[in-house]
């Protein structure tokens, strides 16, 4: 099945450091990561690509507010649930030994396990007995309750100013820098480990975690190999978007043969905070500077996950286009609806849960909003991709390059060390208060509960399963993300593509000849006058549902600066179809607007996830929510493509 003609270099000089966690929990002692490398091609090496399907957003107990923490799982357990074994799971014994199990239906092709790169050390400190600070008050408030501890640490991280813990980390925080480095290496050890070139890919990640004025500020770091940074830099390190790119720079340098990208995700939790150019100084050269760093870095964002969907919302005043039903599927925001969310604080080591309400209605321009990671807070054009995308076109004209020039995956964001557990039928809940259908149908905190979901999938155009192609896929942008089924979806550009292409055998090679895949840019030329023509294909999940649609969505920007988006339904199968091809012409194009195109593809209504919980309760145990009507029995499950952009002249 694959090539083996690869070697494992083996490397000693990471040495077990004084802050090791628990022994029955740690992976890494004193030996080091081992490091994959590849020699030769894979002998299922493709180069029209093959779609490859993985989760670029898991936690385990080794994350501060994680579900797993309950299970004790780790990052060698997301591993091989990934691969296909079962791992521990709820429920969980007053002893706290998990009695049941869980496994994934098919096992996933790549994997980054993203634990959180801000508390690694103080978790270390508080579950290590015989630590520093094991026996001091804060350390005992935080092993009292696993959502009082989350809460206790995750208020350093509501600020824009973070700062360590004295009590905890020392007045100059080293202790919990230092804390950090066993973890950090057993999250090493687990993704070089488990990776198997032309088989298997695991990427070496940490999840960079900002939530100022409790507003998503959350990325995912993603390294290429196992050549990586002594330490993770996180939010307290870096905590705006361009110090993180910097800081990560100055401890990786492609010319030591580091690299590393970075994924911005729940954006529709943001509150605007995640527009480009936050703590900027207003220059051109300024805006220039930060724009050509995130072109570099940051080439891809989430437009699903279990918080709910980013693509688009409805009623933006800003953004002409007809309303589109399919932005409210698992949407946990829209416009003008009264938010009713579950609030929380800790005084003196308690946590305290209340309730409050909001109406969702834009942020004023110019200004950021507070509490996205509640359902609440205001929404901005940047929140959301499709409004995103549009920004990013108007910022090109005004300074040369887009800054919002982002290709799409999905994920999980699964707390439970269960990567790719997205089918609705067999959701067993993503984070701590949804081990049971009685607590997945309450609402929980932040977007949890029966507002959360389970998830997507992270698809990528490859040419080989390895590091280097995966990672160079999702450089090139030609990705795309699912809301859960494996829907293989694709999409070309070009100025005089043949409309027999769904027809020809060598569809795919000829696209690419003649035209440009998802993730690229379409250059003008002298003959663009009449329009591009787009290749728009998707095949279904092989094992789900038929397609009922393709949907292409364009964004322009007009003549006078103004943002428009358009739907267009350009193939459909009203009884399902296990692929469905066009080549669409755009005949409304204007050579002198700048626009973009992406695709999604969408399945027939099937069940929500919180329908089978209501059915495996008693009738007298059911919840409002299984009858009041609130959250819709049925969804579309759905696929988008990378979006491919034109300039205007």
């Not at 180069?47 to 107990?61: C, I, N, P």
């Amino acid at each position: 099945m694959s090539n083996k003609s690869y070697v494992l270099i083996a490397s000693l000089i990471l040495a077990a450091c004084s802050g090791s966690d628990n022994p029955t929990e740690s992976i890494a002692s004193e030996s080091s990561p081992l490091a994959a490398v590849q020699s030769d091609a894979c002998d299922n090496f493709n180069s029209d690509g093959t779609a490859l399907f993985g989760d670029l957003h898991v936690h385990t107990s080794y994350s501060f507010d994680a579900a797993a923490n309950s299970l004790g799982t780790t990052p060698t357990d997301a591993h091989r649930y990934a691969r296909g074994e079962a791992i521990p799971f709820f429920p969980v014994d007053p002893q706290g030994i998990p009695l049941g199990s869980v496994k994934i239906d098919r096992p996933l092709d790549f994997l980054a396990v993203t634990d959180h790169g801000e508390f690694l050390g103080e978790r270390a400190l508080c579950r290590t007995e015989g630590s520093p600070t094991y026996e001091t008050t804060f350390c005992n408030n935080y092993r009292a309750n696993q959502r009082q501890g989350m809460m206790m640490l995750a208020s350093v991280i509501t600020t824009e100013t973070p700062e360590r813990i004295t009590e905890l980390c020392g007045a100059d925080g080293s202790l919990c820098r230092d804390y950090a480095e066993s973890p950090w290496q057993d999250i090493q050890l687990a993704a070089n480990s488990a990776n198997a070139p032309c088989e298997f890919t695991s990427f070496v990640a940490y999840e960079y975690t900002g939530t100022p004025g409790t507003s998503n500020y959350h990325r995912n770091v993603i390294f290429r190999d196992g050549n990586v940074p002594s330490k993770p830099v996180s939010y307290i390190d870096a905590p705006i978007d361009s110090k993180l790119w910097s800081a990560l720079d100055a401890v990786c340098d492609i010319e030591d043969g580091c690299d590393y990208l970075t994924i911005p995700h729940n954006s529709n939790l943001a509150n605007g905070r995640m527009a480009p150019y936050m703590q900027l100084e207003d220059t051109t050269e300024a805006k220039r500077a930060y724009a050509s760093a995130r072109l570099k870095r940051e080439p891809i964002m989430e437009i699903f996950q279990h918080k709910g969907g980013s693509e688009c919302i409805n009623g933006l005043s800003s953004v002409f286009g007809a309303p589109d039903e399919l932005c409210d599927v698992e949407s946990v925001r829209r416009m003008g609806e009264n938010k009713t969310y579950v609030t929380r604080d800790v005084v003196a080591g308690e946590l305290t849960l209340g309730q409050a309400s909001q109406i969702t209605v834009e942020c004023e321009p110019g200004t950021t909003g507070d509490s996205g990671m509640l359902g609440a807070g205001c929404v901005h054009p940047t929140d959301f991709q499709r409004s995103g995308l549009l920004v990013g076109l108007i910022e090109e004209q005004a300074i040369g390059l887009n800054p919002v020039k982002l290709g799409i995956i999905a994920a999980t964001d699964t707390h439970s060390s269960t990567p790719g557990a997205v089918i609705e039928s067999a959701w067993t809940g993503a984070v701590t208060g949804e081990a049971t259908p009685a607590e997945r149908l309450q609402p929980g905190l932040l977007t949890s509960g029966i507002d959360g979901n389970p998830g997507g999938l992270a698809g990528v155009w490859a040419k080989e399963n390895t590091r280097d192609a995966v990672f160079d896929a999702m450089l090139r942008k030609e990705v795309f993300g699912t809301s859960g089924p494996r829907i293989r979806p694709r999409l070309f550009a070009g100025w005089n593509l043949n409309e027999g292409l769904c027809e020809d055998a060598d569809m795919v090679a000829k696209a690419y000849a003649s035209g440009v895949p998802m993730g690229a840019d379409l250059m003008p030329t002298a003959t663009n006058t009449n329009g591009p023509s787009l290749l728009a294909y998707a095949a279904k999940d092989p094992d789900g549902q038929p397609l009922q649609a393709l949907h292409l969505i364009k964004g322009w920007i007009d003549g006078d600066g103004k943002m428009h988006n358009e739907v267009i339904t350009v193939a459909e199968a009203e009884t399902g179809a296990d692929s469905l091809c066009v080549v669409y012409n755009d005949t409304h194009f204007d050579a002198s607007q700048s626009a973009y195109y992406y695709l999604r593809a969408v399945e027939p209504e099937t069940a929500r996830w919180h329908t089978y919980d209501c059915a495996a309760l008693t009738e007298a145990d059911r919840p409002e929510v299984c009858t009041n009507g609130v959250y819709p029995e049925s969804i579309r499950e759905m696929a988008w493509t990378s979006p491919i952009w034109y300039q205007g002249q």
